[in-house]
């Protein structure tokens, strides 16, 4: 089992910064890991993922040149820097973590095992 739980979230104006970090726990193994989110009303969307050895890393077309997915094996931890954010970022962005995805699948939220709770992005025009 791998248990997960992001922070970082809040409210930032349009063009500002963000930080979410996603915490892993447990005896569990993940392979890859991913960022998703959530605007209300829209269907579940892929951001980012990344490898266990960071050698291989994905970014939605939305996001990319602005967001940078990394993560830190000491602290079991991923990040999602967001840069130069946009009103249609807002949304629950959520972390999981799958132990095998194929990687041409790894934008596909039903490959992911386990997720966390979420946390709000906030962005003001």
């Known amino acids: 089992q791998v248990q997960l739980a992001e922070s970082g979230g809040g409210l930032e104006q349009a063009g500002g910064s963000l930080r979410l970090s996603c915490s892993a726990s447990g005896d569990g193994f993940a392979s890859i890991m991913g960022w998703f989110r959530q605007a209300p009303g829209k269907e579940l969307e892929f951001v980012a993922a990344?490898?266990?050895?960071?050698?291989?890393?994905y970014y939605a077309d939305s996001v990319k040149g602005r967001f940078t997915i990394s993560r830190d094996y000491a602290k079991n931890t991923v990040y999602l820097q967001m840069n130069k954010l946009k009103p249609d970022d807002a949304a629950v962005y959520s972390c999981?973590?799958?132990?095998?995805?194929?990687?041409?699948?790894?934008?596909?939220?039903?490959?992911?095992?386990?997720w966390g709770q979420g946390t709000q992005v906030t962005v003001s025009s």
């Open positions: 990344i490898s266990w050895k960071g050698s291989n890393i």
């Open positions: 999981a973590a799958a132990s095998t995805v194929d990687q041409w699948r790894v934008s596909e939220p039903q490959q992911y095992e386990y």
